[in-house]
């Protein structure tokens, strides 16, 4: 027995979602809505979707839809995903799961309420390198991990549309791009507790629209606002004494870069940009590297085994593991970096 998808919103990363629906033979790609709705109608002619809406509510409520995508800007995650737990539906929701703390404690409760599950889309879980350093972790085979990094820099990487507008993401490359590798090294680090973060927030460069002779990722709308941080750092601490350092960007003067680093009192890993573990036998220290398909984040393989994944979380094979109290502490985290930002200080999070 398939179940039933609806897609909601149909933007770039729909696109993913959609694909990996199709291909897989456990779902049935039922329904889509946005409220562009010669957008849903082309999005519905390349993939075979037989219903088409531009109203969230009838797609909603539509018994032949089981589970959904909620794949619209960061500021509409939370209301949309509550309405479909409570209209019975099991939810995929893009990361960031919401923008507020407030609105994660309130999907938190709607999970609670209504028995239904809720998984972020934290894709990079799901990419081989990260799978494989996972299973050397719970094997023991670094030790308790005190220390880790998470780095993405764009030079010149402000998509524009509603990723440039704080009113529609709720910030800049820190909740977009940061929410990854921040959940990437946490899950790694064994999703400790966050007790405090310091961070700082810098804007001097804006979009960087001048910049000419260099192709780069785009929103499909023709707007260019630009009302969030070009650079987002900061420092994350835990109940365990573990910390977290996080460098994300849009804009800066420096060289595009991913870095995912975790550091154990037993060894330690890098997973981007190329999966490479370090330890020490004999008095030596070692570089080991797997020998696997995919070193770095295999985009395609992620999304399909998220997306697999999610599929049998609605089956009831598995519980959701990237669940709505997970989003709940990302939300805390990035409210605190924020916050402190703004402040100039540490800012402790308290629950």
Known sequence: MTTRIGVIGLGAIAVEHLGAYQKNPLADLVAVCDVDVERAKARAEQF????????????????????????????????????????????????????????????????????????????????????????????????????????????????????GDVELSGGGPLIDLGVHIIDLCWYLMGMPKAVSASGATFSPLGARDNIQNLSRYRAQSAARPNTVEDYATAQIRFENGAVLNVDTSFSLHGRNEIGVRIHGDKGGAEIEPELLMVTERHDTLLHVQPQIDSLGFDFKVGFANQIDHFLRICRGEIPADATAEQGLEMARILTAIYESAERGAEVAITR
């Open 48 to 163: 075979a979707v037989p219903k088409v809406t531009g109203d969230v509510a009838e797609l909603l409520s539509d018994p032949d839809v089981d589970a959904v995508s909620v794949c619209v800007p960061n500021t509409l995650h939370a209301p949309i995903a509550e309405a479909a737990l409570r209209a019975g539906k099991d939810v995929l929701v893009e990361k960031p799961m919401t923008v507020t703390v407030a609105e994660a404690e309130r999907l938190v409760r709607a999970v609670e309420e209504t028995g239904k599950a809720l998984q972020v889309g934290y894709v990079r879980r799901f990419a081989p390198n990260a799978l494989v350093a996972k299973r050397f972790l719970d094997a023991g085979e670094f030790g308790d991990v005190y220390a880790a990094r998470a780095t993405l820099l764009r030079a010149a990487g402000n998509p524009g549309g509603w990723f």
